[in-house]
């Protein structure tokens, strides 16, 4: 299962995984999460969104 690489990337998965519920509006998505929301299962989202962000980085390098 996918971990999120960054605070930012665990943030857009977070407001996917909500829209993907129902609890957004998919219309409010902006960016990344637009991408996830139409790409990856909700308990990709989930596990993704459930990342400890205590010892992630603001955004992912890119490599």
């Not at 407001?15 to 139409?38: F, H, I, N, P």
């Amino acid at each position: 299962m996918p971990k999120a690489k960054s605070k930012a990337q665990q943030q857009a998965a977070g407001a996917a995984l909500a829209a993907k519920r129902g609890e957004t509006d998919k219309s409010d998505l902006q960016g990344a999460s637009v991408e996830m929301y139409e790409s990856m299962s909700e308990s990709e989202l989930e596990e993704m969104a459930s990342t400890d962000r205590s010892d992630l980085p603001e955004t992912a390098d890119d490599d």
